[in-house]
């Protein structure tokens, strides 16, 4: 970017074999541009970048409108996301905007969705179809975008009402905080949910939506896989306890609901029956892989908190109930009873084994004291993990504090010497390394 002019607002739109709708799509954007300037909001000067990606027909000869689109071409086709981040990457705009080829964005909306970001008011802000009468939008693409709006909205716990709108504005400065992104149709709801995690100012802003030119890019199955994955990829990166915590215990659960019937029975009859040994099996591993992973997400969100700063009392109702020193405490003591209950259940197969080799307990026995020790061994392992997480944060606040305080120091020395500081610097003497 270096040396090259700055202006107000750069529109790229993404383009493969759009034909039919592309030269429409420019006009109205460039009417757009010319209305924008009109209105005196300091955002005149523009651009419009159109990314061919591959178009195998006559999209880059039909976008030339005007002097002002710059056509930029892929050789091959690489996908919707890698065309808007070459248009990101050649554009020279304060605030990027981007929308599809296929005329189903309004682009006279365009100042709407500037206006908040060249007021401060918001970092990005998303074209909402759902909200703005999205009646053009098919049935089933329409239930897929509730579907994995409300999945965003859990997983960033905040409101969004549309996750996949392909027509979006951004302050150029926060683009290094939302890359890397991926390369295809996926890149949108990457881009939404490392928006909302980096704790950008996001405000949607209704628009119409219509009936798109041409044919759907859009496969209905793959793109949906891949937004799913898209969608755990990137909370789990900021957020591992809320996908693995989850799963673990949800398997916690299932190996509870196992247990039920054993329990019951034994208590009943106070025998366990041959053909529970399977079902004990089945509890034993779901018990000890649930436990896994709520520890690998408790492990992930405090590395998480030490790498980046970022807090944790904001990672959600699992982070309040496990990334605390209380659960760090309740963990380690009910291990520790849990292994040592295993070990008064099992005292006597011990026994027996090191005298004669040989183990004559109902099989039970085993399968129920290892159940119990390895569960309270996983307890015991995430109370000890939070304990030592929690000294090594204390450890960085007191570093920080006393960093603080040596600034404060020197700024105080500073202030009573600052005429001979500045008379050094003057006379050209500098302290040895510094760069001049």
């Not at 549309?162 to 302050?171: K, L």
């Not at 079902?279 to 998480?304: D, E």
């Not at 109370?383 to 020197?410: H, K, M, P, T």
Request: hydrophobic fraction near 45%; include cysteine.
């Amino acid at each position: 970017m270096t040396g090259r002019p700055r202006c107000a607002v750069s529109v790229v739109i993404p383009a493969y074999n759009e034909e039919d709708a592309i030269r429409a799509v420019v006009e109205r954007v460039e009417r757009a541009l010319d209305e924008l300037v009109r209105e005196g909001t300091g955002l005149g000067a523009a651009e419009i970048l159109v990314v061919n990606d591959g178009s195998t027909d006559r999209t880059a000869e039909r976008a030339r409108v005007s002097p002002r689109v710059r056509v930029i071409t892929h050789e091959h086709p690489r996908g919707y996301g890698a065309a808007l981040k070459t248009g990101f990457r050649r554009s020279r705009g304060d605030i990027v905007v981007f929308l599809d080829a296929d005329g189903t964005y309004p682009p006279e909306r365009l100042a709407a969705l500037c206006r908040p970001i060249a007021e401060g008011h918001a970092d990005m802000t998303v074209g909402d179809r759902m909200s703005g009468g999205g009646g053009a939008m098919p049935l089933v693409r329409r239930l897929g975008n509730r579907i994995f709006s409300r999945l965003l909205s859990w997983i960033v716990e905040a409101p969004v009402r549309d996750s996949a709108s392909g027509m979006r504005a951004f302050r150029r400065s926060v683009l290094p905080r939302l890359l890397p992104l991926p390369d295809g149709m996926d890149f949108i709801v990457g881009l939404s949910t490392r928006a909302h995690h980096e704790g950008l100012r996001v405000v949607e802003i209704p628009i119409p939506y219509a009936e798109r030119r041409g044919r759907s890019k859009l496969a209905l199955v793959g793109d949906g896989l891949r937004f799913l994955r898209t969608f755990a990829v990137v909370a789990a990166t900021y957020n591992p306890l809320k996908f693995f915590g989850v799963l673990g215990l949800l398997a916690l659960a299932v190996a509870g609901y196992l247990g039920l019937g054993p329990v019951a029975h034994y208590v009943r009859y106070r025998r366990v029956e041959e053909g529970e040994i399977y079902r004990l099996f089945t509890i034993l591993v779901l018990g000890i892989i649930g436990l896994q992973l709520v520890n690998f997400g408790i492990v992930g969100n405090r590395l998480l908190a030490l790498v980046s700063g970022l807090p944790l009392e904001r990672r959600g109702v699992l982070g309040r109930l496990f990334l605390n020193q209380a659960f760090a405490r309740v963990s380690w003591r009910l291990g520790a009873v849990l292994c040592l209950g295993a070990v008064v259940l099992n005292h006597r197969a011990v026994a027996q084994f090191l005298a004669l080799r040989a183990i004559d307990l109902h099989w039970s026995y085993p399968i129920t004291g290892a159940t119990m020790f390895l569960v309270g061994a996983q307890l015991v392992m995430a109370g000890s993990l939070l304990a030592i997480f929690r000294r090594v944060e204390e450890r960085r606040e007191y570093l920080g504090a006393l960093g603080a305080e040596d600034d404060e120091l020197a700024g105080a020395g500073g202030d009573r010497h600052g005429t001979r500081g500045d008379d050094r610097e003057a006379g050209g003497v500098r302290p040895s390394g510094l760069p001049s």
